[in-house]
């Protein structure tokens, strides 16, 4: 029993290490490395969440020989436990659907390199995830940035390349604020472990001294994760970045990465502010608005693109403001649909990018709207993982997205003053968010035009050789997204228990 | 004001030298040069670090003269993050730099606004 609380060490470690060895092979073994390490993270944090679950309990972990207020601490609760299972879950379906495309868009010499860079994003995003310790986290963060650079640019063309810098220079923005605000953070409380930090903070605001240095903290730390994680006004290299990288590592870049910088970010809001604390610096009010503005801009922009690949990207933007403005709401409530709403878009988004990319290979790459016409009959599974994911994002019964909007829509009753600013937003936002995703549906599932062989229209001659494990992971996604729209009460306890711990 | 400003000097200069390397890492066309801001605004943090985590009449966290009192030295954790901050630093300028070369290979300029237009012509482009 007691062994399982080495267990998200492990984990990190294990990634780590893999990306080490796999660094000096060759391209298939450390793609066997890769998905070997990712099943058994997958077992351990599996572990580690029915363990949490089963006792009711959370523990800290000591990290090398000192004890509390100066060692490293790696903390386990059921949210931690939870969001690793989840993680590592969509990371696995990501890197295995993608696995074709790996191979023929990284030069042959440099796909071990690849696997490289998921082992280390698995690590770091595990380890934001479990860390205690707010330096740690930096590291961690910084980390998970130049893992997503490498990602972004390993199609070794100018595309890529330029999208790499955009986002580095976006992020190192971010990094540069958010470790400011730790130093800051760690000047006021004289602990930068999250147990003890809590205990001072407690103390400065009975106290009333460094009121002004307490809220530029909660500042730069809010506004540094939420450009790292692509907040609305600096959200610029989401299309770029997300447009263009192979469709695997587009898929881990949206559903993974940025959230879980929002997840270090909740956890530092309850863990070291204290929620109570920050509802009444109107940090949250920020982000709030940022959110709401997100919601409708993002899926403005959305249907201004002709690419799936970027209406897609820009539909993240949007989906990152209704998590933001679920964490603006200032209630419990909120919080849970912000979570919930992290674990739908993970599982939709993966499912919408994975599908694109074979929908593009049924017409020989080509990506705008008018070639993707009729598409979905010759590739008929990712038409309909299309569809499903489609239907999510826009708030079809059933399926998780709806579960999600349902939860925003009554959280916001707990809160007067955003009650009718969340609706509105969530109108609009549902209204664009159907122009765009079923306008590309019906265009994928548009009739033969007149003089075009029906027989081309319907049937591909060449079947192409990536779609054998994307028919799996296709499905393994439908059943997780209906999973997640119809036992949402089950996950919704799971994330209350977690969020009770903190 | 004046007894503020001499008192905090360290810090104060920590936070306009993050001023001047977080605006030109945000606003500067120039790749080098949002190269060198990004490398002033980490370097600020880490005086600002160093200058909190610095004790007047202390001494390096290191056992001298068999003195085993703890008061006698400063805290070593400051300077521990800042170590930790100069690797991450020093490996996000070595990857960032690694990207410039690769655009200036390819677009033979460092000027951000030049290469996006570039990008946009081969986009329009088949």
């Known amino acids: 029993m007691s062994f399982i609380v080495n267990f998200p060490f492990f984990s990190i470690i294990l990634a780590m290490f893999s990306g080490i060895i796999s660094s000096a092979l060759n391209g298939k073994w450390a793609k066997r490395i890769c998905i070997l390490m990712l099943g058994i993270v997958l077992g351990l944090s599996a572990c580690v969440l029915y363990y949490t679950v089963e006792t009711g309990t959370q523990f800290t972990y000591m990290m090398g020989h000192f004890p509390a207020p100066w060692g490293n601490e790696i903390r386990a609760g059921v949210l931690e436990g939870f969001m690793a299972t989840f993680f590592t879950l969509i990371m696995i379906l990501s890197v295995l659907s993608g696995l074709g495309r790996i191979f023929s868009d990284v030069e042959p010499t440099k796909v071990n390199l690849f696997f490289v860079l998921v082992d280390m994003m698995m690590s770091s995003l595990l380890a934001m995830i479990y860390t205690n310790d707010l330096f740690t986290g930096y590291v961690f963060v910084e980390i998970n940035t130049i893992a997503t650079c490498g990602m972004i640019m390993i199609r070794q063309n100018g595309h890529g390349i330029l999208a790499a810098i955009r986002y580095f220079v976006m992020s190192q923005i971010g990094s540069g604020l958010f470790l400011i605000g730790i130093s800051l953070l760690y000047d006021i409380t004289g602990q930068l472990l999250m147990v003890p930090a809590r205990e001072e903070v407690e103390h400065i605001i009975s106290t009333g001294a460094y009121m002004t240095p307490f809220l530029l903290v909660i500042g730069l730390i809010s506004i540094g994760l939420g450009i790292k994680s692509g907040l609305y006004p600096f959200h610029s290299w989401i299309p770029d970045t997300y447009g263009y990288a192979t469709p695997a590592a587009s898929a881990i870049l949206s559903s993974l990465v940025s959230k879980g910088y929002i997840i270090l970010l909740i956890k530092i809001f309850y863990r070291v502010i204290g929620f109570k604390n920050l509802f009444q610096t109107h940090i949250l009010d920020i982000l709030f608005v940022f959110g709401i503005i997100a919601m409708i801009m993002g899926s403005i922009d959305a249907i201004r693109q002709r690419d799936a690949r970027r209406m897609i990207a820009c539909s993240s933007v949007a989906q990152i403001g209704y998590i933001y403005m679920g964490i603006g709401l200032g209630t419990e409530a909120g919080m849970v649909a912000s979570l919930f709403h992290i674990l739908t878009h993970a599982a939709t988004k993966a499912m919408l990018f994975l599908s694109v990319a074979s929908l593009y290979e049924a017409v020989e790459g080509k990506t705008d709207y008018d070639s993707l016409r009729g598409v979905g009959y010759r590739n008929k599974l990712a038409g309909f993982t299309f569809l499903v994911g489609s239907l999510s994002m826009v708030g079809f019964p059933m399926l998780s997205g709806f579960v999600s909007k349902a939860f925003f829509a009554s959280a916001a009753l707990e809160s007067s003053t955003k009650m009718y600013f969340t609706w509105a937003a969530l109108v609009i936002s549902t209204t664009l968010n159907a122009t765009y995703f079923l306008r590309m549906v019906v265009n994928i599932y548009a009739l033969p035009q007149e003089g075009e062989s029906v027989r081309g229209h319907y049937f591909l001659e060449e079947r192409s050789p990536y779609t054998k494990t994307n028919g799996f992971v296709s499905i393994a996604l439908i059943g997780l997204n209906l999973f997640l729209g119809m036992f949402s009460n089950h996950v919704v306890d799971l994330l209350m228990k977690g969020l009770s711990m903190f | ?126």
Request: no cysteine; net charge neutral.
């Open chain 2, 1 to 126: 004001m004046m007894v503020l400003i001499s008192s905090h000097l360290e810090e104060m200069t920590a936070m306009i030298l993050f001023g001047i390397g977080f605006t030109m890492l945000l606003l500067h066309k120039n790749l080098i040069k949002k190269i060198l801001g990004m490398n002033i605004m980490d370097t600020a943090v880490y005086l600002f670090l160093t200058a909190k985590g610095y004790i007047y009449g202390r001494m390096v966290p290191i056992l001298t003269n068999g003195i085993t009192d703890a008061s006698a030295y400063t805290n070593p954790i400051p300077d521990g993050l800042v170590l930790t901050g100069i690797v991450v630093s020093v490996s996000s300028t070595a990857l960032m730099l690694a990207l410039t070369i690769r655009l200036y290979i390819r677009y033979r300029t460092l000027d951000i606004d030049k290469i996006v237009m570039e990008w946009r012509k081969e986009e329009e482009l088949p």
